[in-house]
């Protein structure tokens, strides 16, 4: 797998987005400015847009999932998370469906869909500052947090949680969670990330920050957040996670690695790993072959 070419492409799409739009040209330009007057102030602004997800909430599409769908909007942290779930299906096991950074629950649909056909009842998550919750930045160890919380509420209201599926970082959150003992019976983790500090390190190359910037706003998320970031990678998080998994990741990510989901499948004691080819990083959420299996090891 050649990783060089899968970095550059996502560095190259990441700035192709804020290219795209003069507001955020400009910012750009300030916290270059920002980091040679006032570093300190550089390092603060950056931990703020860093843990915007984009595009932001006035300029994006409403999160639509239509009149099969009940949805509950539930306080969390400074913030809240809304939880979608089938206006008309029996009480039984439930699927928890987590989306990734920048995403919303509309995108799990075809997958919760597919669950249902199997006898699970989906469930869907809006994380916190996405799609129709409420907050305005948000940040990995917080989805993890709001994962374990929307678990332990719908225990709280009877229902056993058999699967946890969650795509891109909502899987590094995802994996997190369940190494914490997180009580379900089965994990799928689509498309994980095995580095948060990969993030960090886009992020500061698309805005021409420098490595002092970026490691005192990786510093800041960890203080504020109480953890070091590397605790959600592979050789951390993989030991620990002690229930059946799958990891679905395509050879031809642009986004996360294919390599990413290999260390997930090294670290964590006999997962399975489904790899797919030319579907990229968001199509294995509409695949039939992967929705299927899925499916099957869901069940």
Known sequence: MDTTATTTGTLQAASRFYDASPALRLFRFALKTAERLWPAFAVRAAYRVFGTPLPLRWVRRPNRLGKDWRAEAWPFEDGGVTVYSPAAAPHGPV???????????????PLAETLGQHGLRPVLVDLPAHGASAGSVSNLPQFARAIEYVVARLMQQGFEVRALVAHSLGANAAAFAVAR??????????????????????????????????????????????????????????????????????????INAFSDGQAFARHVRGADLLATQGLGHRRILKDAQVLGRVAIFTV
């Open 95 to 109: 699927a928890l469906l987590v989306h990734g950074w920048g995403g919303n629950a509309g995108q799990m649909v």
């Open 181 to 254: 003992n997180l009580p379900v019976r089965r994990l799928v983790l689509l498309a994980p990330p095995a580095s948060a500090r990969a993030y960090t390190s886009y992020f500061a190359h698309v805005f021409g920050l420098s490595e002092t910037t970026r490691a005192a706003m990786q510093k800041r998320i960890e203080v504020r957040e109480g953890i070091l970031i590397t605790q959600f990678e592979p050789p951390a998080v993989g030991p620990r996670v002690n229930v059946p998994t799958l990891i679905v990741h395509d050879r031809d990510d642009r």
